[in-house]
């Protein structure tokens, strides 16, 4: 599970509490807050 900030990698991840879904393009990408539920700095991802 990753959390807002955390640079995991290029793939798509998925919010672990509504399921929306971002596609990290770049190594050096950061996972951002969740675009649907909003849920800020509480927001995980796992890789879908």
């Given at each position: 599970?990753?959390?807002i900030g955390e640079?995991?990698?290029?793939?798509?991840?998925?919010c672990t509490n509504c399921?929306?879904?971002v596609t990290l393009d770049?190594?050096?990408d950061r996972?951002?807050?969740c675009g649907?539920?909003?849920k800020g700095q509480d927001t995980?991802?796992?890789?879908c």
């Open positions: 599970m990753y959390s640079k995991p990698g290029k793939g798509t991840y998925c399921n929306w879904k770049d190594d050096d996972l951002p807050p649907s539920c909003g995980k991802y796992e890789k």
